[in-house]
């Protein structure tokens, strides 16, 4: 919370008076674990299968059943922990009772005191860091489908169960109250969720559920301290609806403050199509959860070894990918397109290139906006070294390269042999500069316009005459050179006069 | 075949030699089961079908040359806490009337793959809540000593199955004493093993971290053989120990011949005095004695946290339950009651399906796990329970084993404990070995002078089951004779 002053500044909810208010945001994130069995069963963990089918006694809490500890979801657990910087520490299970009939054994198992990593942090590509309180372990729940009554449970006609989910490994992330403007949630969670993906530790789809984001959201005056009562905003299906979410309940709480009345602390909906958040249950009767160690499980510890290694199989982390591109290509480490790229895993293919003698910026570009990530596979990545290597010598233009570069995605053929087929040899000058006169000699208003106008004519009827050129030389000039001949000829028609 | 099938040893032994086939030791049970079951009450499913094909399968192993296992024949009773795939499992609650398990017990699945034969699921207190068996939603178990008296609880059914002859060894639970005290009412031997020797996979859970599953028997050393058919690690048991389960013959072979020489026993003073009932003193003397002249030494200890045994466990038992006992809520099993919305469902359904001391031990545990109460309650008896374990400790620096009743009294007449409180007190002796999760087994030692059976109790150690089986065995081979308990069965024996 250092930058705190800078990042205030740049989210504000204005109040009626002008008073200007800002916001404090933590996110609760929870994120399915990858792993091939569930938490406590041998079931698999799939998503999508027929409903019921992935289930036995210990998921669907049959009296007697017992939990074993899955080792490969405590690994798991781990990296992520890891990847965020934080202390793995010896870890209890414990059992959170509540009565819901998703939950087969109306009480959910998860660690509640003593947590298996703390103390952690996540750095946004804009270089905010967001601290992480910690990421523990606990089982998901059933899935309920209520029949009528718009699909809450209260109105419903009748509900069914699908247990499948029932015990699936669940990392719940919880970040420290250090996001102050919309734009920080969303990148939090889309760069969150590109670490998982990265340490394989979830596949971190919002859209599946595998993925979910809880935010915590207040309103403070700006320049204080004091944190204001938050509410929990849950239902957020995309990280666009986080950033709608949370927008919509500063400006309620804002203008709830301003009238007078208080923040209640409650957890609340969004509504997608509403634009809204509504109230759902209220924190301030909040049911007593009676946590307990789970007793039917022993303390987890891993030693050092297990530590060591979890760190050692670590890859490298997104953050770190993106600094080591920017760098090469010349670009700042907050740049779009380097975000893009590493976001997209094409990083590796760019250095590829590179290290193949390709100029890294220009390499960097084409991977940022020419090489499709479904087709990326196929592409040699000396080819796309040659490629940039004819574009730099002058041997095609940029939009040349382009079609080249897409045929030879497609074809796997050598890029010079492509341009050589197109006949994407570059014109030379000398025929250039006579199909410029010729358009010169044809077009004299225009040219006289382009010689004697204001800059912004000047700039129209270049691309006038660019145009011209291209129509002649059926796109094989080169633009840039098109446009030094042309500055060249309006120098020398000043001079004669 | 002349010897008397009276233990599961001797039965076993015939069976594996072909002397008797366990369909005729099944029939001859079940002969006896027919005749005076009613009149016991011990079972709340006689399991006809599953133990006469479990017996015709180990007949079929004898005459294919194969060892049917260690129990080759045993009928066995099961407490109806334990899984049976595909047999009714009722906890002797109406909530789960009906429920029937897919999938056995670690415990079933060990015991029928040693040859036993599984002759019924016997009655208890309703999820094992109680020390009298009055607490079945299906009525209570008679004591085959006098029918007008409770056997204890909870596993009174299993301690009566046997007592009565039924079967000669039976499994139950202890959670506080649920297998010692009816034992030392019935006349057998019970065993609480270490807290992890055995598996709790398949044992519908009243206390997880106090419940074990262990054997009664009518002598000390099939109690011994079938401990060791059921005990070690079981990979679906995370509390399960890795290592454990030694062979406990020695032990019993060594007792039996009367040599408890350098063996030091101390006698719990805390338990020896106000609220024990003279009857139960003067046998505890008596073992006491009679350890001594098997070369044992004998001597008086201290272990004071025991006098807050109690306390602490109607804090800890009552809130694991409280939590265990939620999942029963009309949703996926059992009985449902139905309501206009879901919450009503399960409240109406909880509300008819369980009985009082059930209801009275969720919201006592529910109370002591609520938020602002938790340190002084729950948070307190688990201090209790480190308390507990260090006392023993300094008593065990001392001494190999430790003596005391099993029970303060003799087999009490229904109705005589109706008051909670009065009936707590029926486990103050059994439960610190369940808050330390130490092994303990009650011994029959004599009798009362109205002629009711007397139990004495051997604690021991962590793991220490090898020393207390030969102290048993010791007192067993010692103890006066007190002959068949006046309802049971006639001994099943001369087969051919």
């Known amino acids: ?497 | 075949m002349s010897d008397p099938l009276d233990s599961a040893r001797a039965i076993a032994a015939a069976v594996r030699s072909g002397s008797v086939s366990a369909t005729e030791v099944l029939e001859a049970h079940l002969a006896g089961i027919a005749a005076h079951g009613d009149a016991i009450a011990a079972f709340n499913h006689v399991m006809v079908d599953e133990a006469r094909a479990a017996a015709a399968a180990v007949d079929a192993a004898v005459a294919r040359g194969d060892d049917p296992g260690p129990l080759a024949g045993v009928p066995i009773a099961l407490k109806d806490n334990l899984c049976t795939r595909g047999v009714p499992t009722t906890c002797s609650s109406k909530i789960l009337e009906g429920w029937r398990p897919p999938y056995d017990a670690t415990v079933v699945q060990r015991v029928l793959a040693a040859g036993a034969v599984p002759v019924g699921k016997t009655n208890l207190d309703e999820f094992a809540m109680g020390s009298s068996t009055e607490h079945s939603a299906f009525g209570p178990t008679r004591n085959p000593w006098d029918l007008e008296r409770v056997p204890g609880g909870s596993s009174g059914g299993s301690a009566a199955a046997v007592a009565a002859g039924f079967a000669p060894i039976a499994l139950g639970s202890d959670t506080g004493g649920s297998i010692r005290q009816p034992a030392s009412l019935c006349g057998v031997v019970g065993v609480k093993p270490t807290y992890g020797l055995v598996s709790r996979y398949g044992l519908v859970a009243f206390a997880s971290s106090l419940d074990q599953i262990g054997p009664f028997a009518t002598t000390v050393s099939d109690a011994a053989d079938l401990l060791g058919v059921i005990a070690g690690h079981d990979p679906l048991d995370s509390t399960s120990i890795p290592d454990a389960a030694a062979d406990l013959g020695p032990a019993v072979a060594a007792g039996r011949n009367g040599d408890l020489a350098g063996v030091r026993v101390g006698v719990i003073a805390e338990l020896d005095g106000d609220g024990i009932d003279a009857d139960v003193r003067a046998q505890l003397d008596a073992a006491a004695r009679a350890i001594e002249d098997a070369g044992g030494h004998v001597a008086t200890t201290s272990v004071p946290a025991v006098t807050y045994g109690l306390s602490a466990y109607y804090l800890i038992a009552p809130a694991e339950a409280s939590s265990n006992l939620a999942r029963y809520d009309g949703v996926r099993y059992g009985n449902r009651v139905e309501g206009a919305t879901t919450g009503e469902m399960m409240d109406a359904t909880r509300t008819a399906g369980f009985g009082d001391e059930v209801k009275r031990r969720i919201m006592l545990g529910t109370y002591a796990l609520s938020a602002g109460y938790y340190d002084a309650y729950y948070g307190k008896a688990q201090r209790v329970r480190t308390l507990m374990q260090r006392d023993f400790a300094e008593a065990y620096a001392s001494f190999d084993v430790l003596l005391a009743p099993t029970a303060p009294t003799v087999a009490f007449p229904f109705g005589a404990k109706d008051d909670p409180p009065t009936m707590y007190l029926s486990d103050v002796c059994t439960i610190p070995s369940n808050l330390a999760g130490h092994p303990a087994m009650s011994v029959p030692f004599g009798a009362g002078q109205d002629g009711l059976p007397v139990g004495v109790q051997v604690l021991a150690p962590t793991l220490g089951e090898s020393v207390m089986f030969r102290v048993a065995a010791a007192l067993e081979a010692a103890a006066p004779l007190v002959g068949r308990a006046p309802h049971a069965a006639p001994p099943i024996g001369g087969v051919r």
């Open chain 1, 1 to 497: 919370m250092s930058d705190q002053s800078a990042t205030e500044a740049a989210y504000v909810v204005e109040g009626s008076e002008g008073d200007r208010w800002a916001i404090v945001v933590g996110l609760e994130v929870h994120v399915e674990l990858a792993t091939a069995t569930k938490l406590f069963c041998a079931c698999p963990n799939v998503f999508g299968d027929e409903p019921n089918t992935n289930v036995c006694p210990t998921c669907l809490g049959l009296p007697g059943s017992l939990p074993v500890l899955n080792r490969n979801a405590v690994e798991l657990a781990m990296r992520i922990g890891r990847a965020l910087r934080c202390t793995v520490e010896p870890s209890v299970f414990a059992r959170k009772n509540y009565f819901y009939p998703d939950m087969p054994k109306d009480y959910q198992v998860s660690q509640y005191d003593k947590p298996i990593n703390v103390d952690g942090e996540l750095a946004l590509p804009d270089g905010t860091v967001v601290g992480i309180e910690r990421a523990h372990l606990e089982e998901d729940t059933g899935k309920n489908t209520h029949a009528g009554g718009g699909g809450r449970i209260h109105d419903a006609d009748y509900s069914l169960i699908d247990y499948n989910r029932a015990g699936v490994p669940l990392v719940e992330i919880v970040s420290r109250p250090d996001i102050r403007t919309p734009d920080q949630a969303r990148a939090y969670v889309a760069e969150l969720r590109q670490l998982l993906v990265a340490i394989g530790a979830s596949d971190a789809r919002m859209e599946e559920a595998s993925m979910r984001v809880d935010a915590n959201v207040s309103v403070r005056p700006e320049g204080t301290t004091e944190l204001g009562t938050r509410c929990e905003i849950k239902n957020l299906n995309s990280i666009r609806s986080l950033g709608r979410a949370i927008e919509y309940e500063a400006r309620r709480q804002v203008d709830l403050l301003e009238t007078g009345e208080r923040v209640r602390q409650e957890t609340r909906h969004w509504d997608e199509d509403g634009g809204r958040t509504r109230p759902g249950r209220s924190k301030e009767e909040a049911e007593d959860y009676r946590y307990f160690d789970e007793p039917d499980l022993v303390p987890v510890a891993p030693d050092e070894a297990w530590q060591a290694a979890v760190d050692a199989n670590l890859p490298e982390l997104p953050a770190s990918r993106r600094a080591r591109l920017a760098e090469r290509a010349g670009r700042p480490t907050t740049d779009g397109g380097v975000a893009l790229t590493v976001e997209r895993d094409l990083d590796a293919l760019a250095h590829a290139a590179m290290d193949a003698g390709g100029d890294p910026a220009r390499v960097l570009t084409h991977v940022e906006h020419n090489v499709p990530v479904e087709a990326a596979g196929g592409l040699d990545p000396a080819q796309l070294a040659d490629l940039v290597r004819l574009e730099l010598d002058g041997a095609l233009t940029a939009t040349q390269a382009k079609t080249v570069l897409a045929e030879v995605i497609a074809s796997g053929r050598p890029p010079a042999d492509i341009a050589a087929e197109r006949g994407f040899e570059a014109m030379d000058t000398s025929a250039l500069e006579g199909t410029i006169d010729e358009i010169i000699a044809a077009n004299p208003t225009e040219w006289d316009d382009y010689v004697h106008g204001d800059d912004a004519r000047r700039g129209k009827l270049t691309g006038f005459f660019t145009g011209q050129v291209m129509k002649a030389t059926k796109g094989q000039a080169d633009g840039k050179v098109v446009n030094q001949l042309l500055g060249a000829r309006r120098a020398a028609a000043l001079a004669g006069e």
